[in-house]
């Protein structure tokens, strides 16, 4: 085979591997009734097959204290500097649909908003019991430690912004590992304010 055949051969398979969408981690979008936004946090450049921890009893208020830090002393999101505002409290519901998600994609090997059953947040929270006004969530891949993913969502304009929503007055959040998962450690937090 000619060195420009292997070439060609070459550039299609890396286009393949390239467009399956599992790499296509940085979208974000908007879903209904009312408002629920989405935002994505890039995985680690080189994923780790390592599983994460589980959650310890303080995982809770770690990350509530680390999330109503930003909130109630104000956080310059990308470019945009936002007012503080009140912290969120821990929602038990919002916990088990962050929960469902993270272990839905990690058994899936997949990563995105939408569930391979085509639902998004605003159905998943529903799902979870919890009839909210506004949803939004954040979701995250690869890092073996929750402080790395706040640090990464608030140093990412729109999921800073998301965190940052005055809007929202609750949140849960959780991570589910699978080792056989490509990223092996799947996080989504879930922000919401109920009717």
Not at 47 to 52: A, E, K, N
Not at 58 to 79: H, P, S
Not at 166 to 192: D, F, H, P, R
């Amino acid at each position: 085979m000619s060195k420009w055949s292997m070439t060609c051969a070459m550039a299609v398979l890396l286009s393949a591997c390239a467009s399956d969408g599992r790499y296509d981690n940085t979208n974000s979008e908007a879903v209904s009734p009312d408002k629920a936004i989405e935002q994505v946090t890039p995985a680690i450049s080189k994923p780790t097959r390592r599983l994460g921890p589980e959650p310890t009893p303080g995982f809770k208020r770690k990350m509530l204290a680390a999330v109503n830090a930003a909130r109630v002393g104000g956080y310059t999101c990308g470019n945009r500097k936002m007012p503080a505002v009140a912290p969120v409290i821990w929602n038990e519901q919002l916990q088990q649909s962050a929960y469902a998600h993270s272990q839905n994609m990690a058994e899936g090997d997949y990563f995105n908003h939408r569930d391979k059953q085509g639902n998004r947040v605003g159905e998943r929270t529903y799902a979870a019991g919890y009839n909210w006004r506004a949803a939004g969530e954040n979701i995250a891949a690869g890092q073996l430690e929750a402080s790395v993913v706040i640090n990464g969502w608030l140093g990412s304009k729109g999921h800073c912004l998301n965190i940052m929503d005055a809007e929202y007055s609750q949140m849960g959040m959780a991570s589910y590992s699978n080792k056989n998962s490509y990223y092996g450690i799947y996080w989504t937090q879930v922000l919401a304010t109920p009717f």
